[in-house]
Protein backbone atom coordinates (compact mmCIF):
# COMPACT_ATOMS: atom_id res chain seq x y z
CA UNK A 1 0.00 0.00 0.00
CA UNK A 2 0.71 3.56 -0.34
CA UNK A 3 0.95 6.03 2.79
CA UNK A 4 -1.42 8.65 1.84
CA UNK A 5 -1.87 12.26 3.35
CA UNK A 6 -5.50 12.58 4.88
CA UNK A 7 -6.97 14.53 1.53
CA UNK A 8 -5.77 11.49 -0.58
CA UNK A 9 -5.26 13.54 -3.68
CA UNK A 10 -4.01 12.58 -6.40
CA UNK A 11 -0.61 14.25 -7.55
CA UNK A 12 -0.98 13.03 -10.97
CA UNK A 13 -1.45 16.10 -12.70
CA UNK A 14 0.55 19.34 -11.01
CA UNK A 15 1.01 22.94 -11.94
CA UNK A 16 4.48 24.01 -13.45
CA UNK A 17 6.37 26.70 -15.16
CA UNK A 18 7.67 25.63 -19.09
CA UNK A 19 9.47 26.36 -22.27
CA UNK A 20 7.74 25.57 -25.10
CA UNK A 21 10.72 27.08 -27.89
CA UNK A 22 13.99 28.28 -27.52
CA UNK A 23 12.42 31.65 -28.29
CA UNK A 24 9.57 32.04 -26.12
CA UNK A 25 8.82 33.26 -22.51
CA UNK A 26 8.41 30.24 -19.96
CA UNK A 27 4.88 30.57 -19.08
CA UNK A 28 2.36 28.15 -16.86
CA UNK A 29 1.96 24.53 -18.07
CA UNK A 30 0.75 21.25 -16.39
CA UNK A 31 2.39 17.84 -16.40
CA UNK A 32 1.49 14.30 -15.22
CA UNK A 33 3.31 12.47 -12.54
CA UNK A 34 3.95 8.78 -12.19
CA UNK A 35 1.54 8.03 -9.03
CA UNK A 36 4.41 6.51 -6.41
CA UNK A 37 5.26 2.82 -6.67
CA UNK A 38 6.63 1.02 -3.76
CA UNK A 39 10.20 2.59 -4.11
CA UNK A 40 9.06 6.22 -5.08
CA UNK A 41 9.16 9.08 -2.28
CA UNK A 42 6.27 12.19 -3.72
CA UNK A 43 7.99 15.38 -3.04
CA UNK A 44 5.84 19.10 -2.09
CA UNK A 45 8.35 21.44 -3.78
CA UNK A 46 8.70 24.24 -1.54
CA UNK A 47 11.94 26.28 -3.10
CA UNK A 48 13.98 25.28 -6.61
CA UNK A 49 16.99 26.85 -6.87
CA UNK A 50 17.58 28.48 -10.91
CA UNK A 51 20.71 27.35 -12.22
CA UNK A 52 22.24 28.79 -15.10
CA UNK A 53 22.20 24.94 -17.02
CA UNK A 54 18.50 25.96 -16.68
CA UNK A 55 18.78 29.10 -19.09
CA UNK A 56 20.97 27.13 -21.28
CA UNK A 57 18.33 24.26 -21.95
CA UNK A 58 15.32 26.44 -21.77
CA UNK A 59 16.72 28.40 -25.21
CA UNK A 60 18.62 25.21 -26.59
CA UNK A 61 21.80 26.35 -26.24
CA UNK A 62 23.17 23.19 -25.65
CA UNK A 63 21.08 21.97 -29.15
CA UNK A 64 19.53 18.91 -26.92
CA UNK A 65 16.12 20.58 -25.34
CA UNK A 66 12.84 18.33 -25.76
CA UNK A 67 9.92 21.03 -25.60
CA UNK A 68 7.78 21.57 -23.47
CA UNK A 69 10.81 21.58 -21.17
CA UNK A 70 10.26 21.94 -17.33
CA UNK A 71 13.92 23.23 -15.50
CA UNK A 72 15.34 22.64 -12.00
CA UNK A 73 17.36 20.89 -10.48
CA UNK A 74 17.66 22.41 -6.94
CA UNK A 75 14.85 20.65 -5.16
CA UNK A 76 14.15 21.25 -1.48
CA UNK A 77 10.67 20.35 -0.31
CA UNK A 78 8.63 17.88 2.13
CA UNK A 79 7.56 14.12 1.79
CA UNK A 80 4.04 13.84 0.53
CA UNK A 81 3.85 9.88 0.12
CA UNK A 82 5.94 7.07 0.14
CA UNK A 83 5.69 3.71 -1.52
CA UNK A 84 5.31 0.81 0.83
CA UNK A 85 8.74 -0.52 0.30
CA UNK A 86 10.27 3.04 1.60
CA UNK A 87 12.50 2.76 4.55
CA UNK A 88 13.90 5.91 4.84
CA UNK A 89 11.42 8.52 4.67
CA UNK A 90 8.01 9.20 5.95
CA UNK A 91 5.64 11.84 5.47
CA UNK A 92 6.82 15.49 6.46
CA UNK A 93 10.52 14.67 6.35
CA UNK A 94 12.17 17.47 4.59
CA UNK A 95 14.36 15.90 1.27
CA UNK A 96 16.05 17.24 -1.52
CA UNK A 97 16.48 16.51 -4.97
CA UNK A 98 19.38 17.39 -7.22
CA UNK A 99 21.10 16.86 -10.71
CA UNK A 100 19.63 13.28 -11.78
CA UNK A 101 16.99 10.87 -10.58
CA UNK A 102 17.98 7.39 -11.56
CA UNK A 103 20.76 5.60 -12.84
CA UNK A 104 21.29 1.88 -14.48
CA UNK A 105 22.61 1.02 -10.76
CA UNK A 106 24.62 -1.69 -12.10
CA UNK A 107 28.05 -0.42 -14.10
CA UNK A 108 31.13 0.31 -11.50
CA UNK A 109 30.80 3.45 -11.51
CA UNK A 110 26.54 3.55 -9.61
CA UNK A 111 28.06 0.68 -7.71
CA UNK A 112 31.17 2.85 -6.36
CA UNK A 113 29.24 5.71 -5.51
CA UNK A 114 29.36 7.67 -8.50
CA UNK A 115 25.97 7.75 -10.47
CA UNK A 116 27.07 10.97 -11.65
CA UNK A 117 29.36 9.08 -13.96
CA UNK A 118 26.89 6.58 -14.73
CA UNK A 119 28.39 4.45 -18.08
CA UNK A 120 25.18 3.75 -19.04
CA UNK A 121 24.02 7.73 -18.51
CA UNK A 122 22.13 8.66 -15.19
CA UNK A 123 19.02 9.99 -15.81
CA UNK A 124 19.11 13.65 -15.49
CA UNK A 125 16.39 15.53 -13.21
CA UNK A 126 14.81 17.24 -16.55
CA UNK A 127 15.36 17.34 -20.30
CA UNK A 128 16.44 13.63 -19.96
CA UNK A 129 15.26 10.41 -20.00
CA UNK A 130 14.45 8.13 -17.58
CA UNK A 131 16.18 4.38 -17.12
CA UNK A 132 13.11 3.31 -19.54
CA UNK A 133 14.67 5.52 -22.58
CA UNK A 134 11.52 6.88 -23.08
CA UNK A 135 10.03 8.89 -20.20
CA UNK A 136 11.20 12.79 -20.63
CA UNK A 137 11.86 13.80 -16.83
CA UNK A 138 10.78 17.13 -15.99
CA UNK A 139 12.34 19.45 -13.27
CA UNK A 140 12.16 21.40 -9.82
CA UNK A 141 9.91 24.39 -11.80
CA UNK A 142 7.04 22.25 -10.37
CA UNK A 143 4.63 21.77 -7.27
CA UNK A 144 5.70 18.16 -6.91
CA UNK A 145 7.81 15.51 -8.08
CA UNK A 146 7.87 11.53 -7.87
CA UNK A 147 11.56 10.64 -7.14
CA UNK A 148 13.07 6.87 -6.17
CA UNK A 149 14.10 6.86 -3.03
CA UNK A 150 17.74 6.09 -3.39
CA UNK A 151 18.04 9.58 -5.26
CA UNK A 152 16.24 11.69 -2.54
CA UNK A 153 18.36 13.25 -0.07
CA UNK A 154 18.02 14.23 3.80
CA UNK A 155 17.95 18.05 4.14
CA UNK A 156 19.15 19.26 7.74
CA UNK A 157 16.36 22.02 8.91
CA UNK A 158 18.76 23.84 10.81
CA UNK A 159 19.39 25.94 7.68
CA UNK A 160 17.19 28.40 5.88
CA UNK A 161 15.57 26.00 3.17
CA UNK A 162 15.54 28.79 0.63
CA UNK A 163 18.97 28.94 0.77
CA UNK A 164 19.64 24.87 1.09
CA UNK A 165 18.37 24.34 -2.31
CA UNK A 166 21.21 25.41 -4.62
CA UNK A 167 24.09 23.61 -2.76
CA UNK A 168 21.88 20.18 -4.53
CA UNK A 169 23.90 21.51 -8.02
CA UNK A 170 25.98 24.27 -6.90
CA UNK A 171 27.40 22.95 -3.32
CA UNK A 172 27.91 19.66 -4.80
CA UNK A 173 30.03 20.82 -7.78
CA UNK A 174 32.22 22.81 -5.60
CA UNK A 175 32.48 20.32 -3.10
CA UNK A 176 33.19 17.17 -4.82
CA UNK A 177 36.32 18.05 -6.85
CA UNK A 178 37.87 19.84 -3.36
CA UNK A 179 37.19 16.57 -1.53
CA UNK A 180 38.58 14.38 -4.42
CA UNK A 181 41.72 16.26 -4.71
CA UNK A 182 42.34 16.45 -1.23
CA UNK A 183 42.48 20.21 -0.78
CA UNK A 184 43.46 20.97 2.70
CA UNK A 185 44.32 23.18 5.65
CA UNK A 186 47.21 25.79 4.42
CA UNK A 187 46.96 24.86 0.93
CA UNK A 188 46.93 27.63 -1.24
CA UNK A 189 43.55 27.71 -3.66
CA UNK A 190 41.96 29.98 -5.90
CA UNK A 191 38.86 30.29 -7.44
CA UNK A 192 37.93 32.02 -11.04
CA UNK A 193 34.63 33.30 -11.16
CA UNK A 194 32.31 35.15 -8.50
CA UNK A 195 29.16 33.86 -9.20
CA UNK A 196 26.78 30.80 -8.33
CA UNK A 197 29.44 28.21 -8.70
CA UNK A 198 32.58 30.69 -7.45
CA UNK A 199 31.21 32.36 -4.19
CA UNK A 200 30.39 28.35 -2.95
CA UNK A 201 34.26 27.46 -3.61
CA UNK A 202 35.11 30.04 -1.43
CA UNK A 203 33.02 29.20 1.53
CA UNK A 204 33.77 25.88 1.16
CA UNK A 205 37.33 25.71 0.55
CA UNK A 206 37.75 28.51 3.26
CA UNK A 207 36.01 26.35 6.03
CA UNK A 208 38.33 23.20 5.40
CA UNK A 209 41.38 25.87 6.24
CA UNK A 210 42.63 26.55 2.68
CA UNK A 211 43.88 29.98 1.76
CA UNK A 212 41.72 30.96 -0.53
CA UNK A 213 42.47 33.56 -3.57
CA UNK A 214 39.42 35.10 -5.91
CA UNK A 215 40.69 36.10 -9.04
CA UNK A 216 38.36 38.32 -10.73
CA UNK A 217 37.72 40.76 -14.01
CA UNK A 218 35.95 42.97 -11.54
CA UNK A 219 37.40 45.31 -9.23
CA UNK A 220 34.02 45.53 -7.36
CA UNK A 221 33.52 42.02 -6.65
CA UNK A 222 36.45 42.34 -3.98
CA UNK A 223 34.14 43.25 -1.00
CA UNK A 224 31.77 39.97 -1.32
CA UNK A 225 34.69 37.83 -1.78
CA UNK A 226 36.57 39.28 1.77
CA UNK A 227 32.66 38.81 2.70
CA UNK A 228 32.17 35.20 1.66
CA UNK A 229 35.65 33.85 3.09
CA UNK A 230 38.63 34.75 0.53
CA UNK A 231 41.77 35.80 1.79
CA UNK A 232 42.81 37.21 -1.03
CA UNK A 233 41.62 39.24 -4.39
CA UNK A 234 43.57 39.78 -7.40
CA UNK A 235 42.57 41.21 -10.59
CA UNK A 236 43.29 38.76 -13.77
CA UNK A 237 43.12 42.36 -16.22
CA UNK A 238 46.24 43.43 -13.83
CA UNK A 239 49.70 42.09 -15.82
CA UNK A 240 52.05 42.38 -12.91
CA UNK A 241 49.58 41.30 -10.45
CA UNK A 242 49.49 38.21 -12.35
CA UNK A 243 53.22 37.64 -12.76
CA UNK A 244 53.68 37.93 -9.32
CA UNK A 245 51.43 35.24 -8.58
CA UNK A 246 53.25 32.85 -10.74
CA UNK A 247 54.06 29.47 -9.20
CA UNK A 248 51.50 30.45 -6.34
CA UNK A 249 48.98 27.71 -5.75
CA UNK A 250 48.11 24.49 -4.92
CA UNK A 251 44.93 24.38 -6.58
CA UNK A 252 42.86 27.22 -9.03
CA UNK A 253 38.77 26.15 -9.14
CA UNK A 254 37.76 27.60 -12.31
CA UNK A 255 33.98 27.91 -12.49
CA UNK A 256 33.95 30.45 -15.76
CA UNK A 257 31.73 29.11 -18.88
CA UNK A 258 32.84 32.02 -20.94
CA UNK A 259 35.62 31.81 -23.61
CA UNK A 260 38.91 32.48 -21.87
CA UNK A 261 42.95 31.29 -21.74
CA UNK A 262 43.30 28.53 -19.86
CA UNK A 263 47.23 29.13 -20.39
CA UNK A 264 47.29 32.40 -18.31
CA UNK A 265 46.07 30.46 -14.52
CA UNK A 266 48.11 27.57 -15.18
CA UNK A 267 50.59 29.73 -14.92
CA UNK A 268 49.93 30.47 -11.44
CA UNK A 269 49.82 26.73 -10.30
CA UNK A 270 53.26 24.99 -8.35
CA UNK A 271 54.70 22.69 -9.31
CA UNK A 272 51.95 19.49 -8.70
CA UNK A 273 49.35 22.33 -8.91
CA UNK A 274 45.66 20.96 -10.27
CA UNK A 275 43.36 23.50 -12.34
CA UNK A 276 40.08 21.96 -11.61
CA UNK A 277 37.41 23.11 -14.30
CA UNK A 278 33.63 23.51 -13.64
CA UNK A 279 32.54 25.69 -16.38
CA UNK A 280 32.02 24.48 -19.89
CA UNK A 281 33.14 27.34 -22.11
CA UNK A 282 30.88 26.97 -25.61
CA UNK A 283 34.36 26.25 -28.00
CA UNK A 284 37.42 24.30 -27.61
CA UNK A 285 40.19 26.07 -25.62
CA UNK A 286 44.10 25.82 -26.59
CA UNK A 287 46.02 24.39 -23.92
CA UNK A 288 49.73 24.66 -24.60
CA UNK A 289 51.35 22.06 -23.74
CA UNK A 290 54.61 23.54 -21.88
CA UNK A 291 52.04 24.81 -19.29
CA UNK A 292 51.74 21.35 -18.19
CA UNK A 293 54.79 19.80 -18.74
CA UNK A 294 57.22 22.41 -17.11
CA UNK A 295 55.41 22.08 -13.69
CA UNK A 296 54.00 18.41 -13.92
CA UNK A 297 50.57 20.48 -13.54
CA UNK A 298 47.43 18.73 -14.27
CA UNK A 299 44.08 20.52 -16.30
CA UNK A 300 41.46 18.40 -14.80
CA UNK A 301 37.57 18.49 -14.69
CA UNK A 302 34.78 17.52 -12.19
CA UNK A 303 30.67 16.99 -12.48
CA UNK A 304 28.62 17.21 -9.43
CA UNK A 305 29.17 14.27 -6.75
CA UNK A 306 26.96 10.97 -6.15
CA UNK A 307 24.65 10.38 -3.96
CA UNK A 308 26.99 9.85 -1.31
CA UNK A 309 28.85 12.31 -1.67
CA UNK A 310 25.68 14.85 -1.78
CA UNK A 311 24.23 13.92 1.29
CA UNK A 312 28.12 14.02 3.02
CA UNK A 313 28.00 17.70 1.67
CA UNK A 314 24.71 18.56 2.97
CA UNK A 315 25.34 17.02 6.41
CA UNK A 316 28.58 19.03 6.09
CA UNK A 317 27.58 22.11 5.04
CA UNK A 318 24.94 22.25 8.12
CA UNK A 319 27.60 21.79 10.64
CA UNK A 320 29.67 24.62 9.51
CA UNK A 321 26.53 26.43 9.02
CA UNK A 322 27.39 26.96 5.15
CA UNK A 323 24.59 27.90 2.65
CA UNK A 324 23.91 30.11 -0.81
CA UNK A 325 23.60 33.67 -0.88
CA UNK A 326 20.33 34.12 -2.74
CA UNK A 327 18.13 36.25 -3.65
CA UNK A 328 13.93 34.70 -3.48
CA UNK A 329 11.53 35.76 -6.13
CA UNK A 330 8.20 34.21 -7.24
CA UNK A 331 7.77 31.69 -10.50
CA UNK A 332 6.06 34.80 -12.42
CA UNK A 333 9.78 36.65 -12.24
CA UNK A 334 11.38 33.46 -13.57
CA UNK A 335 12.07 35.12 -17.29
CA UNK A 336 13.24 38.32 -15.54
CA UNK A 337 15.54 36.13 -13.33
CA UNK A 338 16.90 34.47 -16.13
CA UNK A 339 17.95 37.81 -18.48
CA UNK A 340 19.24 38.83 -14.89
CA UNK A 341 21.35 36.03 -14.15
CA UNK A 342 23.04 36.45 -17.72
CA UNK A 343 23.93 39.76 -16.47
CA UNK A 344 25.47 39.10 -13.71
CA UNK A 345 22.67 40.84 -11.88
CA UNK A 346 22.46 38.22 -9.08
CA UNK A 347 24.13 37.87 -6.02
CA UNK A 348 24.65 34.61 -5.77
CA UNK A 349 21.69 32.65 -6.88
CA UNK A 350 17.70 32.81 -7.72
CA UNK A 351 15.44 30.85 -5.80
CA UNK A 352 11.87 29.76 -6.52
CA UNK A 353 9.49 30.45 -3.79
CA UNK A 354 6.99 27.15 -5.04
CA UNK A 355 4.02 28.40 -2.77
CA UNK A 356 4.19 31.69 -5.89
CA UNK A 357 2.86 28.55 -8.58
CA UNK A 358 0.33 27.09 -6.23
CA UNK A 359 -1.07 30.66 -5.74
CA UNK A 360 -1.16 31.66 -8.95
Given at each position: MLYLLKHKKSMSTVNAYAAQSADTPLAPFQLNRREPGPQDVEIEILYCGVCHSDIHTARNEWGATMYPSVPGHEIVGKVTRVGNEV???????????????????????????NEQYCENGNSQTYNALGQDKKT??????????????????????????????????????????????????????AVVGLGGLGHMA????????????????????????????????????????????????????????????????????????????????????????????????????????????????????????????????NIDQINEAYERTLSGDVHYRFVIDMASLKNS
Open positions: GKYKIGDTVGVGCFVDSCRECNNCKTDITYGGYSTHIVVTEHFVLSIPENLPLEKVAPLLCAGITTYSPIKHWGVKAGDKLVKIAASMGAEVTMLSRSPAKEKDATRLGAHHFALTTNDESMANMANSFNFIIDTVSATHDYNEYLALLKTDGVMILLGAPPKPSEVQAVQLIFGRRSLVGSLVGGIKETQEMLDYCAEHNITSDVEVI
